[in-house]
């Protein structure tokens, strides 16, 4: 270690600071590894998010987010509407008949959002190598739109999927089920 090696020209003063942020980085690791088993924990007891586990792009940290902070899904008069919540929608700005949609709103709650979109990039990042559906739908839609906008696709059909999920108590049906 850097600290106990003297052919390096530290003062004592440098050496008990570094030896003090070291200190707080691994009490940081070990607090991180803490949660982490909270996590996983609630994600082995929770039936919720076990099913939820089992949409691609979605995992424990997403799914035990999700149930916590949705808690009944019913109060969402449907999947579009906790996809608006979370920030997954299209923006309009329409007028006379004229539907005008514009980027994400990326209104809602931020934290979750950013969840279902790493999620989704991470399954479309594999899309190609998979051979369901939904991995052959994502592709068509990234080569249509592009990455990025196919990303946001993925999040809105799983938080769509999700709310149905959450709201039925249903088991993840795959798109050609």
Same mark, same amino acid.
């Given at each position: 270690m850097i600290l106990n090696d003297v052919r390096h020209e530290l003062s004592d003063r440098g050496r008990r600071l570094i030896a003090e942020l070291y200190n707080e980085w691994m009490a940081l690791e070990q607090w991180i590894a803490a949660?982490?088993?909270?996590?996983?924990?609630?994600?082995?007891?929770?039936?919720?998010?076990?099913?939820?586990?089992?949409?691609?792009?979605?995992?424990?940290?997403?799914?035990?987010?999700?149930?916590?902070?949705?808690?009944?899904?019913?109060?969402?008069?449907?999947?579009?509407? $906790?996809?608006?919540?979370?920030?997954?929608?299209?923006?309009?700005? #329409?007028?006379?008949?004229?539907?005008?949609?514009?980027?994400?709103?990326?209104?809602?709650?931020?934290?979750?959002? #950013?969840?279902?979109?790493?999620?989704?990039?991470? $399954?479309?990042?594999?899309a190609g190598r998979r051979s369901d559906p939904i991995a052959g739908w994502a592709t068509n839609v990234a080569a249509r739109r592009g990455f990025n906008v196919a990303t946001v696709a993925i999040a809105n059909k799983n938080a769509r999927i999700a709310w149905a999920m959450l709201a039925r108590g249903e088991p993840f049906r795959s798109m050609e089920q």
């Open positions: 949660v982490d088993r909270e996590i996983q924990n609630v994600f082995r007891s929770s039936a919720a998010c076990q099913r939820l586990a089992k949409i691609g792009g979605i995992g424990p940290l997403t799914s035990t987010a999700l149930v916590a902070a949705v808690g009944d899904a019913t109060e969402f008069r449907n999947g579009r509407h $906790l996809a608006a919540w979370l920030g997954l929608v299209p923006r309009q700005h #329409s007028s006379g008949g004229q539907q005008r949609l514009l980027g994400i709103s990326k209104r809602g709650d931020c934290y979750l959002r #950013s969840l279902f979109i790493h999620g989704a990039r991470a $399954l479309l990042k594999v």
